[in-house]
């Protein structure tokens, strides 16, 4: 793990990242105080998973019941599977830019909400995950909340094909999700990372690197998410400290595994039409255990 500089800021801050992923999602957040190196901590223990203590991420998918209230929100969707309502998943799709046209599975959507309301929706639940673990897992935990979260700074994730109209969308979700006020300065709380160049950080922060890291050296990072597989390339300029220059643009296709899952499902409808094994349960049961084992 690489050392951290120390904060040099006067003031505490509360700083929350969330990555919404088309499958998949999680959060972290550090506070910074004035000449101490900053800490990442994950949130994990979301509601609804069994292994609370080593679960760092929950499913992207919302539950809506008929009329349009949001009744469940992560794993605890999974409680409510023979209720009657709307799960909607892969909504993050619905914010991709037309260059990335792709015939991807249908978005159940509650009639009342377009996919910014939806967005909005799950960034309330996962800046509500944050808050939960804050004031349970440290020891001054309310007051930190209670005095930084007003002025937290928030970092959103988005792919590498993402530009600055995905990025004015995602704002407007988190200001309808009340993460921040709709004032210029609540929306300057707001800063963009894409996530090819969060997994490379990921990386560094690791050690995943080592000694590789020598001047002159070149590293492709390749981000294999649930909707898109984002590639960034970079070569080191210097060793010490760590600086890199990009090589390329980043590139970003929508081919993640929600994609590979569709056309394993369309495969096993066509082999198994005609049999008692070609019905819709069935051929969804197999594309979940598709998911889990593949």
């Known amino acids: 793990m690489t050392i951290r500089s120390t904060y040099q800021g006067s003031r505490p801050m509360l700083v929350i990242a969330i990555d919404v992923g088309t499958t998949f999602s999680g959060a972290a957040y550090t506070i910074l105080r004035a000449g101490k190196p900053p800490e990442v901590y994950n949130v994990n223990g979301y509601k609804g998973q069994e292994n609370k203590e080593g679960n760092s991420k929950v499913p992207s998918v919302l539950f809506y019941s008929p009329s349009g209230e949001l009744l469940a929100c992560g794993s605890e969707v999974r409680k409510l599977r023979h209720k009657k309502g709307i799960k909607?998943?892969?909504?993050k799709l619905g914010l991709r830019p037309p260059s990335m046209a792709i015939k991807a599975p249908q978005v159940e959507m509650p009639y009342d909400r377009d996919v910014i309301g939806v967005f909005g929706d799950f960034l309330k639940y996962m800046y509500e995950c944050v808050r939960t673990h804050i004031i349970d897992t440290h020891i001054d935990g309310w007051s930190v909340w209670s005095s930084m979260s007003g002025t937290a700074h928030l970092v959103l994730s988005h792919p590498n094909g993402w530009g600055a109209y995905q990025q004015g969308k995602m704002r407007e979700a988190a200001i309808r999700g009340g993460l921040i006020p709709d004032t210029p300065e609540g929306r300057e709380r707001i800063e963009f990372v894409t996530e090819g160049e969060a997994s490379f950080h990921w990386c560094i922060d690791k050690g995943l690197a080592g000694t590789s890291l020598q001047e002159g050296t070149r590293i492709v990072v390749a981000d294999l998410g649930g909707g898109t597989i984002d590639?960034?390339?970079?070569?080191?300029?210097?060793?010490?400290?760590?600086?890199?220059?990009?090589?390329?643009?980043?590139?970003?296709?929508?081919?993640g595994s929600?994609?590979?899952?569709?056309?394993?499902?369309?495969?096993?409808?066509?082999?198994?039409?005609?049999?008692p094994y070609g019905g819709n349960d069935y051929i969804e049961s197999l594309r979940e255990e598709f998911d889990q084992e593949a």
Do not use: H, N
């Not at 909607?88 to 909504?91: G, I, K």
């Open 88 to 91: 909607t998943e892969w909504f």
């Open 231 to 255: 590639v960034s390339s970079f070569i080191v300029t210097t060793r010490s400290p760590l600086r890199l220059k990009e090589q390329m643009a980043p590139d970003c296709a929508l081919e």
């Open 258 to 275: 929600i994609i590979v899952s569709k056309r394993f499902a369309d495969y096993e409808r066509r082999k198994l039409r005609g049999t």
